[in-house]
């Protein structure tokens, strides 16, 4: 028998796009799969690692090859003098895309005898992957390798084949595409002439932006990690207990399983094998199942490319009593780490003031013990002012510093404890701050038990509640944590990623505690298959579009909750049809004679509540939204204020005015901005467009509430009457 040739292990990896940096930011794009980055990436991280003077002459599209590299190093632990004996495979879909059409455009411009020879020699396909050698001292063999199919997994085979042939130590895996776009323009034109030929060609109607990096080498006998096996996927079938990332276009082998496409995540990209590749191996360090496949659907073989750990069986491992992808969530959720604490002094037999929330002995969540040492200082804070905050009390930095000091268990419950017996009865939740401007509105335990009361008739038949929202949201914490106890199930929170785990943890009876997109992300990640029989779900936190819903009551029952922070839960309805009223609302008029909301029931009130939006009433108890009067907007499933982070903008020294407003559908999903500078300078605007600005932003809002296109103008743009209109980007 001949002996086996040893495998190939991923060292370490680099991944930038125009979704972020790291596989972090990657993974964050899954709850927004139809949301592509209006903005390329930013590299101006480089200067960490190398002087930038030295790169005046080097295209983004290098830049991008070149960061991801330095970022695949950082990521394994190594310096460029440790690839002396190491080689180069990049892999690109169109290369250096930019300086290609410099070049071309110099010919139309001068004619082939004047075109500018630089622009020819920088467009070479080959240029990135020298440029990474210079740059990181690699002298062993180099290959660039482009096309439209099978780029990522014959890369890796090249990979393979000059590390077992010792070639090279190490070898450096780049895939690289940039965002061009008179090629966008040219592709979108040529698909409206040629639909049937573009189809074929598999033409993209628009493109992404990313690098990814793998730093690999051949696997010592006995060692961990995660290994990289490309193969012909006609000849090597997905094995049963793997899940499946799939890109391209066409049919693939998947037996019928669900399946994960992220290319209305990130774009449709030649390379986009290669991120699927970059999730996959976060699945597995994050308690995923023992393999991930990736398959690139319509390329010829080799095209799949297996992601596996190897790693030594662990013996007398208790086994959990949930699988890994329920426990394993990397950040947990502070405040339901906080929970599960509570609930394990509850079932020693200890109380305090949850008692009137109904947390009674027995309640399971009782893993903290192997939870909170995992957790780094930086998450155990968060937990603890999440906590404080929850329960009313604004001067408790001593507290979340104690907390955050210490990963034992035992002095946790001890501080907690303490905590509850001095802690108000309210519970205070907070609106999303996507600007900076949260507001905190407090709540009765009783109000919302009766509020989680009224809707769990609509559940007659749940066995277990699964929620994916935070439970320090006032919907997370009514209907993942209260619901469940009115029901008498168990109830567990999952990460909000709808791959393949998720769907096998289904089961009919089960109600799924979810928000918009997460329901947009799972109706993609389903590909046209079925969900099981017997789901439930409940949508709540922001509205959801009307396709996602006619889609999922397809095949489920679906409860859409209406309400906001101040007010939670105010209506419920289960199909296309008006909101009803939960039974404690009722309408009214302020002393305006503006409609608002008074509350009765079990917690009467004698304040009334204005509306966050204008309502169609069709009767005293049914109506349907129609707009939002505090003029928010929804980005990436957040609520934000355009008004308010103009007056942000406006606090700069360099700016007069400015407008901020959500952009056209056909221009993407985010905010731009439009700004009157001090004056038309040029330094001033390059400034106003710089990395020291947008630093400036990030400090002052979230990321949701970032603007991602700014217009800059003398004036604001306003119509004949004056009155402010929107601009083109």
Not at 122 to 137: F, T
């Amino acid at each position: 028998m001949s002996e086996r040739l040893p495998d190939m292990l991923l060292e370490g990896l680099g991944v930038i796009g125009a979704f972020g940096v790291g596989p972090k930011a990657l993974a964050a794009r899954f709850l927004q799969p139809d949301q592509l980055p209006e903005e390329g990436a930013d590299t101006d991280d480089l200067a960490r690692f190398v002087p930038l003077r030295g790169l005046r002459h080097t295209d983004h599209f290098s830049r991008l090859g070149l960061l991801a590299a330095f970022y695949a190093l950082e990521d394994a632990g190594l310096r460029p003098d440790d690839l002396v004996e190491s080689g180069v495979v990049l892999v690109s879909g169109y290369g250096p895309a930019a300086r290609t059409f410099e070049f071309l455009e110099s010919i139309r411009a001068h004619g082939p005898q004047l075109a500018s020879p630089l622009a020819f020699s920088l467009s070479v396909h080959n240029i990135p992957a020298a440029v990474l050698a210079l740059a990181l001292n690699i002298q062993g063999p180099c290959t660039t390798l482009c096309g439209c199919g099978g780029l990522v997994a014959g890369g890796l085979h090249i990979a393979r084949a000059r590390l077992r042939e010792g070639s090279a130590r190490r070898i450096l895996f780049a895939a690289v595409d940039e965002r061009c776009r008179e090629f966008e323009h040219i592709a979108r034109a040529f698909a409206l002439r040629h639909p049937d030929v573009a189809r074929e060609l598999r033409v993209p109607e628009r493109f992404g932006e990313a690098a990814v990096c793998f730093c690999l080498r051949l696997r010592k006998a006995g060692e961990e990690g995660v290994i990289l096996e490309p193969e012909d996927c006609g000849t090597f079938p997905p094995a049963d207990e793997e899940e499946i990332f799939v890109s391209g276009e066409g049919a693939a082998d998947c037996s019928g399983r669900p399946v994960f496409c992220g290319s209305a995540a990130y774009g449709r990209l030649p390379i986009a094998q290669a991120l699927d590749i970059v999730l996959a191996r976060s699945r597995l360090e994050n308690g995923g199942s023992a393999g991930m496949l990736c398959v690139e659907r319509g390329a010829p073989p080799p095209n799949a490319v297996r992601v596996r750990r190897a790693r030594a069986t662990r013996k007398g491992a208790a086994a959990d009593p949930f699988p890994a992808f329920a426990m394993n969530i990397g950040r947990v959720e502070g405040i339901a780490v906080l929970y599960g604490l509570i609930h394990k002094r509850l079932a020693e037999g200890g109380g305090g003031v949850l008692e009137s929330l109904g947390f009674s002995a027995g309640d399971r969540l009782s893993l903290v013990h192997r939870l909170l040492p995992a957790l780094t200082s930086q998450e155990r804070s968060a937990s603890a002012g999440e906590f404080a905050v929850v329960f009313g009390d604004d001067q408790n930095e001593t507290f979340a510093r104690e907390l955050a000091a210490s990963p034992d268990a035992d002095f946790w419950l001890a501080r907690l404890e303490d905590f509850l017996r001095a802690a108000p009865r309210d519970l205070c939740f907070s609106t999303s701050g996507s600007t900076g401007l949260p507001v905190r509105c407090r709540h009765s335990p009783a109000s919302l038990f009766e509020e989680a009361g009224c809707v769990a008739p609509y559940f007659p038949g749940a066995g277990r509640v699964l929620s994916v929202m935070p439970a320090y949201h006032v919907y997370g914490f009514v209907f993942s944590l209260l619901l469940p106890r009115i029901l008498g199930v168990p109830n567990f929170f999952l990460p909000p990623v709808p791959i393949g785990s998720f769907f096998q943890l289904l089961r009919p009876g089960d109600v799924i505690i979810t928000f918009p997109f997460f329901l947009g992300a799972m109706l993609s990640a389903l590909r046209g298959s079925l969900l099981p029989p017997g789901l439930s779900f409940m949508c709540a936190g922001a509205p959801c579009p009307p396709e996602t819903l006619r889609a999922l009551r397809a095949q489920a029952f679906c409860l859409e909750i209406y309400g906001s922070t101040e007010t939670s839960a105010v209506g419920a309805r289960s199909n296309d049809g008006p909101y009803e009223l939960l039974p404690y609302w009722s309408r009214t008029r302020d002393e305006r004679g503006e409609f608002c909301l008074a509350r009765g029931g079990a917690v009467p009130s004698a304040e009334l509540f204005p509306l966050p939006d204008s309502l169609e009433w069709l009767n005293e108890r049914r109506f349907l939204p129609l707009a939002r009067l505090d003029k928010a907007v929804q980005v990436g499933g957040m609520n934000v204020y355009p008004e308010r982070v103009a007056a942000v903008l406006r606090a700069h020294p360099d700016i007069v005015d400015c407008a901020v407003r959500l952009m056209r559908p056909e221009e993407g999903s985010r905010l731009k901005a439009f700004i009157v500078p001090v004056d038309m300078n040029p330094v001033r605007l390059k400034r106003l467009s710089g990395p020291l600005f947008r630093a400036w932003i990030a400090e002052r809002l979230a990321s949701p509430a970032r603007p991602r296109h700014f217009s800059f103008g003398g004036a604001l743009p306003r119509g004949s009457a004056g009155k402010l209109r929107d601009w083109d980007i």
